[in-house]
């Protein structure tokens, strides 16, 4: 089992439309889960991080289920520049340490 | 905003030569990482340092491939007698005394 696990999509939504993006991890010990977006042939920035309580950041809303072991990300009412791929990532330990990233699910908004 | 700084940010070489990555953290983080992804894949972890330290290589290939973090100066991380699949992207990140990590613009290594 690949320690983080997401759909590659592609997901092609019309602007305006709600979608939402799940993410597995395998590691129970896990400390730490963000978002990060990453747009084509740049550097992954950091989107948001994901608490067990939820957080909300404007359009965008973050989930943990620590339970399932699952992530998820909801984005409302999309934009055109919403279009990127969205990275699951995944600290295995707590503190500085390595992250561990999933593969990505590319988002494309269509007008 | 002296974000994190990578240089070069394109590197063309020959099958064999050295390849010479930088990455400079940003002002404040003692913590770096490299990261390399390959066409279509995800990020996979290489190395981290801290100042002079290398903390964890796990990730890194035993041979051919060296990193550093001296007391002055920026990280480097090098490639000896690179082959075509060493092509990849290259990203460097730091974290200061949270766990957040910010990337820099990456190398794009072409291996001919």
């Known amino acids: 089992r690949k320690e983080v696990e997401q759909d590659p999509g592609p997901f092609n939504v019309p602007e305006g439309a709600t979608v939402a993006f799940n993410c597995t991890y395998s590691?129970?010990?896990?400390?730490?889960f963000f978002w990060y977006r990453q747009d084509c042939r740049k550097e992954p920035k950091l989107l948001m991080s994901?608490?067990?309580s939820g957080n909300e950041d404007g359009r965008f809303t973050a989930q943990l289920n620590r339970a399932s072991q699952y992530i998820s990300l909801l984005i409302r009412d999309s934009k055109l520049s919403d279009s990127a791929t969205y990275l699951c990532?995944?600290?295995?330990?707590?503190?500085?340490?390595?992250?561990?990233f999933g593969k990505g699910t590319r988002l494309s908004v269509i007008a | 905003n002296a974000g994190v700084m990578q240089n070069p940010r394109h590197l063309v070489r020959r099958r064999g030569q050295e390849a010479r990555l930088r990455c400079s953290p940003m002002?404040?983080?003692?913590?770096v990482y490299w990261y390399r992804q390959l066409p279509e894949e995800g990020l996979k972890f290489m190395v981290y340092?801290?100042?002079?330290?290398?903390?964890?290589e796990s990730g890194m290939p035993k041979e051919r491939f060296s990193a550093e973090f001296p007391k002055e100066g920026p990280s480097i991380l090098r490639i000896q007698q690179v082959v075509r699949g060493d092509s990849a992207a290259y990203f460097c990140?730091?974290?200061?005394?949270?766990?957040?990590?910010?990337f820099g613009p990456g190398t794009r290594l072409t291996v001919l």
């Open positions: 590691n129970s010990a896990s400390q730490s």
């Open positions: 994901v608490y067990s």
């Open positions: 002002k404040g983080h003692s913590h």
């Open positions: 990532v995944v600290n295995m330990r707590s503190g500085n340490t390595p992250l561990v």
């Open positions: 990140a730091s974290s200061g005394s949270t766990d957040t990590q910010y």
């Open positions: 340092l801290q100042k002079e330290n290398i903390i964890d």
